[in-house]
């Protein structure tokens, strides 16, 4: 990918995707579009290829966004997303007929994906405004979950994000259960920690 113009710019007035610009964004492309790949996809495709495909999209299509907000770029991702990944299931599947129903179906997993991400961090003490502020907090969960050691962030991926059990989670860990209930605790502390020392 190459710099777009700094004139390129949306009808709101908000700046059209960059290189850095998008970057920012993909460590939380990377994590939904595992979600979807390990949970509905069997592992079929390389979420790699996905995301690059997918920042490719965005960064051709640039001229079309029209958002300014986080929240209004994780939308527009997501749509991406979900028609990158409609096309790859089109390929594995061998059909080269565009499908409008299975791209609104991904959209809706990622969605979901998305809602999920969000209550990692959520609390019964949440305020309204901090609720509405939860899109914007994807992206920094998914560069959080970065930050976690790797046993950590896979624990909270699957558990939380991809919701198996804790026995599901120990076979794809090679762990036992009891040990995958007790990494899981510690990695959701250490998580909550770091969310601390970065609001402080």
Known sequence: MSNCSSNDHGASGGAAPTDDWLARFRPWLSLIARMQVDSHLQGKFD?????QQTLMEAWRSASKFRGSTDAERIAWLRKILAHVLAHEVRQYRGTHKRALD????????LAKSSRQMNAVLASPTTSPSQQAAQHEQQVVLAD???????DYREVIILRNLEELSHSEVAQR??????AVRMLWVRALQELRQLAQRRRS
Not at 144 to 150: G, I, K, R, W, Y
Not at 173 to 178: D, N, Q
């Open 102 to 109: 299975r791209e609104m179906s991904i959209e809706r997993s």
């Open 173 to 178: 860990m090679g762990r036992t259960e009891g």
């Open 144 to 150: 959080m979950l970065n930050e976690l050691p790797p």
């Open 47 to 51: 979420t790699s290829d996905v995301v």
